[in-house]
């Protein structure tokens, strides 16, 4: 039986095919609906972990019992879960371990757009590379296998078009595995400085069978045309490659770590024995031809195929033909910028923050998109947690300068995720920053999924209520307020009394996101009373337009925050059930 998949759903698909028992992930797109998709299999434990490193974690912990096991996270999150993965290299397996890292070429959602496949190369554990839906499916059985076989964790890498385009896939079904149990045995286990250097040459052979492994594994292999010109791909790009280039001779690379050398340098050898020349189609950094240019091969890649952004049809013929792409199919559209949602509980905080024109480090999150216009109330983003942290640099450099005037700004499962520690670091090291928790009671931009905040678990079940506040005291912070950030005047009444303070404090800005709860009665605008100030533009809500010299409510839009009404001084905008 065949079904259309997305990438993440056929690699959901197989791991349950191929008995998976264990499954965490910290949500990030575009890899966020692997675990969303592995947890409506009951076969299958899933569980969302507070990050990707405790994911990891808690996987090699479920591997070492024995059970075959699955982790998933975006790019940035394979950072985070770095500090286990170059020690589960050492380690090994017992139970097959399976990481799937979804990179994110053009930065589409992320702050940058890192090619994963070097975590491969830098911790010496194989990295495999699907095509389409099909092979997602297929390659993650077969990384079951692979790290069972060779003793070690398995990469699988894919990127935002493979994690989210649809092809068909074949559903086969579920082979049991029986866990097989946990056995003691530190020297594998536990790596003490003497284990670890015992290990250490077991990764190095395992390497070389990986290699071996590669010369014969079908995930690569030659699919011979025109042999005057070659063309060695993976992933995406070799989509790309059949289209563009239907004629050429082709070596798809599966298993892009480690590299096949014989394999390589036989149709490398080919290809020059007939007059013609072998590119290597890639998207992102020159791994793969970095590799081959290692063995000793002169290839061209990178001189005619982009290094940065995401590849696509038009961009590969145009980096061959140097002819400009065609007329676009679409006809020109304005630009869209991204902007929080019609009555995001976000939105008040950044317009008292704009308006008492304090400085706000940020983070990762919803929440971002109060850095754009009109609000422009966010100063930095760098990664996951570190709006405390930068806060904390900032003030331990400038002191009261600038610790009077700024606050931290990060979100509830962001806070659960790296807040907690820099939160501890500002209180141990004598800092007097305001760290303002925005807790809209979900992971709310990558779609709703629930953490260990919202007191429900990936499969939908009741668990234990983590509270923000307590977590906050514990740390050592005094002074914790939960404001309403629909109250503009409790915010801001709040925020000055915060910032004034000479130690740490915890502002809780709690409202269920806008998106999981029912609007109240809409507002409008009686033009009779607008005087065309255009302050409530200045709350940047997508309901609030410009129209015939007012300002226009779309009530379609409008959820009934109040905020517009409450920035209003000439009282003309009115609730609709009010009026």
Same mark, same amino acid.
């Given at each position: 039986?065949?079904?259309?998949?997305?990438?993440?759903?056929?690699?959901?698909?197989?791991?349950?095919?191929?008995?998976?028992?264990?499954?965490?992930?910290?949500?990030?797109?575009?890899?966020?609906?692997?675990?969303?998709?592995?947890?409506?299999?009951?076969?299958?434990?899933?569980?969302?972990?507070?990050?990707?490193?405790?994911?990891?974690?808690?996987?090699?912990?479920?591997?070492?019992?024995?059970?075959?096991?699955?982790?998933?996270?975006?790019?940035?999150?394979?950072?985070?879960?770095?500090?286990?993965?170059?020690?589960?290299?050492?380690?090994?397996?017992?139970?097959?371990?399976?990481?799937?890292?979804?990179?994110?070429?053009?930065?589409?959602?992320?702050?940058?757009?890192?090619?994963?496949?070097?975590?491969?190369?830098?911790?010496?554990?194989?990295?495999?590379? !699907?095509?389409?839906?099909?092979?997602?499916?297929?390659?993650?059985? %077969?990384?079951?296998?692979?790290?069972?076989?060779?003793?070690?964790?398995?990469?699988?890498?894919?990127?935002?078009?493979? &994690?989210?385009?649809?092809?068909?896939?074949?559903?086969?079904?579920?082979?049991?595995?029986?866990?097989?149990?946990?056995?003691?045995?530190?020297?594998?286990?536990?790596?003490?400085?003497?284990?670890?250097?015992?290990?250490?040459?077991?990764?190095?052979?395992?390497?070389?069978?990986?290699?071996?492994?590669?010369?014969?594994?079908?995930?690569?292999?030659?699919?011979?045309?025109?042999?005057?010109?070659?063309?060695?791909?993976?992933?995406?790009?070799?989509?790309?490659? $059949?289209?563009?280039?239907?004629?050429?001779?082709? %070596?798809?690379?599966?298993?892009?770590?480690?590299?096949?050398?014989?394999?390589?340098?036989?149709?490398?050898?080919?290809?020059?024995?007939?007059?013609?020349?072998?590119?290597?189609?890639?998207?992102?950094?020159?791994?793969?031809?970095?590799?081959?240019?290692?063995?000793?091969?002169?290839?061209?890649? $990178?001189?005619?195929?982009?290094?940065?952004?995401?590849?696509?049809?038009?961009?590969?013929?145009?980096?061959?033909?140097?002819?400009?792409?065609?007329?676009?199919?679409?006809?020109?559209?304005?630009?869209?910028?991204?902007?929080?949602?019609?009555?995001?509980?976000?939105? #008040?905080?950044?317009?008292?923050?704009?308006?008492?024109?304090?400085? &706000?480090?940020?983070?990762?999150?919803?929440?971002?998109?109060?850095?754009?216009?009109?609000?422009?109330?966010?100063?930095?983003?760098?990664?996951?947690?570190?709006?405390?942290?930068?806060?904390?640099?900032?003030?331990?450099?400038?002191?009261?300068?600038?610790?009077?005037? %700024?606050?931290?700004?990060?979100?509830?499962?962001?806070?659960?995720?790296?807040?907690?520690?820099?939160?501890?670091?500002?209180?141990?090291? $004598?800092?007097?920053?305001?760290?303002?928790?925005?807790?809209?009671?979900?992971?709310?931009?990558?779609?709703?999924?629930?953490?260990?905040?919202?007191?429900?678990?990936?499969? #939908?079940?009741?668990?234990? %209520?983590?509270?923000?506040?307590?977590?906050?005291?514990?740390?050592?912070?005094?002074?914790?307020?939960?404001?309403?950030?629909?109250?503009?005047?409790?915010?801001?009444?709040?925020? $000055?009394?915060?910032?004034?303070?000479?130690?740490?404090?915890?502002?809780? &800005?709690?409202?269920?996101?806008?998106?999981?709860?029912? !609007?109240?009665?809409?507002?409008?605008?009686?033009?009779?009373?607008?005087?065309?100030?255009?302050?409530?533009?200045?709350?940047?809500?997508?309901?609030?337009?410009?129209?015939?010299?007012?300002?226009?409510?779309?009530?379609?839009?409008?959820?009934?925050?109040?905020?517009?009404?409450?920035?209003?001084?000439?009282?003309?905008?009115?609730?609709?059930?009010?009026?």
């Amino acid at each position: 039986m065949k079904a259309l998949l997305s990438g993440n759903e056929a690699i959901a698909r197989g791991a349950y095919e191929a008995g998976c028992h264990f499954a965490a992930s910290y949500p990030g797109t575009p890899a966020t609906e692997i675990l969303e998709s592995i947890a409506k299999y009951k076969e299958i434990r899933a569980e969302w972990s507070t990050n990707e490193k405790v994911a990891l974690e808690v996987a090699s912990g479920a591997s070492i019992a024995g059970a075959r096991t699955i982790v998933s996270m975006k790019h940035v999150g394979l950072n985070v879960a770095a500090d286990p993965l170059f020690t589960l290299s050492y380690l090994g397996v017992n139970g097959g371990l399976v990481i799937v890292t979804a990179d994110d070429p053009e930065c589409h959602s992320s702050q940058n757009e890192q090619d994963n496949r070097q975590y491969g190369r830098a911790a010496k554990v194989p990295v495999l590379e !699907p095509s389409d839906s099909q092979e997602a499916k297929d390659f993650t059985k %077969l990384a079951f296998d692979i790290s069972e076989e060779f003793d070690t964790p398995v990469i699988v890498r894919i990127t935002t078009r493979i &994690a989210h385009s649809f092809s068909p896939v074949e559903l086969e079904d579920r082979i049991e595995h029986k866990i097989k149990g946990y056995t003691k045995n530190i020297e594998k286990y536990l790596c003490l400085p003497a284990h670890a250097r015992k290990r250490r040459y077991f990764v190095e052979e395992r390497l070389k069978k990986l290699a071996q492994y590669g010369e014969t594994a079908p995930i690569n292999r030659i699919e011979w045309g025109d042999k005057k010109l070659g063309i060695i791909t993976c992933g995406i790009a070799y989509q790309y490659v $059949k289209e563009v280039f239907p004629q050429a001779s082709v %070596l798809k690379i599966g298993m892009v770590y480690p590299i096949p050398p014989n394999l390589i340098r036989n149709f490398i050898e080919e290809i020059e024995k007939n007059s013609g020349e072998v590119y290597v189609v890639e998207e992102r950094d020159p791994f793969l031809e970095s590799e081959i240019k290692f063995l000793g091969f002169k290839v061209k890649g $990178k001189e005619k195929v982009p290094v940065i952004g995401e590849l696509n049809q038009a961009i590969l013929r145009n980096s061959f033909t140097h002819t400009p792409p065609g007329p676009s199919p679409r006809p020109h559209l304005p630009g869209r910028p991204p902007v929080l949602c019609p009555g995001c509980p976000h939105r #008040g905080v950044f317009y008292v923050i704009k308006r008492l024109r304090l400085h &706000a480090t940020g983070d990762i999150g919803c929440y971002t998109l109060g850095a754009l216009p009109p609000l422009n109330a966010m100063d930095t983003c760098l990664c996951m947690g570190a709006s405390i942290s930068q806060a904390w640099g900032m003030e331990a450099v400038l002191g009261d300068e600038i610790a009077s005037k %700024l606050v931290a700004c990060i979100g509830d499962s962001t806070f659960l995720h790296s807040g907690i520690t820099p939160l501890i670091d500002l209180v141990y090291n $004598k800092g007097r920053t305001t760290v303002i928790i925005l807790d809209n009671r979900t992971t709310a931009m990558t779609g709703h999924q629930p953490h260990p905040g919202t007191g429900f678990t990936a499969k #939908g079940e009741e668990g234990r %209520l983590i509270k923000l506040e307590e977590i906050a005291r514990a740390c050592g912070v005094n002074r914790v307020k939960i404001v309403d950030p629909y109250n503009l005047k409790e915010v801001e009444e709040t925020l $000055k009394e915060e910032v004034a303070t000479d130690e740490p404090s915890v502002i809780i &800005a709690r409202r269920p996101c806008a998106l999981r709860t029912k !609007p109240e009665a809409p507002f409008y605008v009686d033009a009779e009373k607008c005087n065309s100030c255009k302050v409530c533009l200045g709350l940047g809500c997508p309901a609030i337009i410009w129209k015939d010299g007012k300002a226009y409510i779309d009530e379609l839009l409008c959820n009934g925050c109040s905020l517009c009404q409450q920035v209003c001084k000439f009282e003309a905008i009115v609730r609709k059930s009010e009026g």
